[in-house]
């Protein structure tokens, strides 16, 4: 790390601790060249996600894109913003371990799959929309995969 000041090659790590609730690390430097002291921080660097649509092209993940598919599923029914951002922020975070580059069906799927514990009647609702139901059919086979499910 290049000191800020006198931009010496060498400074020495002087403390490290955790910051922004552990998801960095700050650590305080000491030029050994001047003495100058200054704060660094260490982040893992997120890639960016990209989202393959079903026709092909791509776009960048949008989070906000999930949770308002979710509160379209469960308007009306007993599930709170908290438990709405937790979904979300799971689906993202599974999808930031496969790779940086998913799906649009993949994402649906993510999201049903956690859907589904958390209410049956948003579960069906988003299904619905996500798997293009026809008629009630359509309704009816994926009622009994649920009840496979679960």
């Known amino acids: 790390m290049h000191c800020p000041s006198c931009h010496a090659d060498d400074t020495k790590v ?13 650590r305080r430097r000491q ?21 393959t649509k079903s026709d092909g092209t791509t776009q960048p993940f949008d989070r906000d894109k999930i949770v308002h598919g979710l509160r379209a599923a469960t308007k009306g029914r007993s599930v709170d913003d908290i438990t709405i951002a937790e979904v979300a922020s799971a689906v993202e975070d ?29 579960y069906m609702r988003f299904a619905s929309v996500y798997k293009n139901f026809d008629g009630a059919a359509d309704f009816q086979s994926e009622l009994e995969l649920l009840k496979k499910l679960s």
């Not at 403390?15 to 700050?26: K, P, Q, T, V």
């Not at 921080?41 to 990209?50: A, C, F, G, I, S």
């Not at 998913?102 to 993510?110: D, Q, Y």
Request: aromatic share 4%.
């Open 14 to 26: 002087v403390d490290s601790r955790l910051a922004a609730e552990g998801s960095a690390i700050r």
């Open 31 to 51: 030029c050994l060249g001047c003495g100058y002291r200054f704060t660094t921080y260490e982040r893992v660097e997120e890639l960016p996600l990209v989202v």
């Open 94 to 122: 599974e999808l930031r371990l496969d790779g940086g580059e998913v799906t649009s069906s993949r994402i649906g799927l993510a999201v049903l799959e956690r859907l589904r514990v958390v209410d049956e009647v948003a």
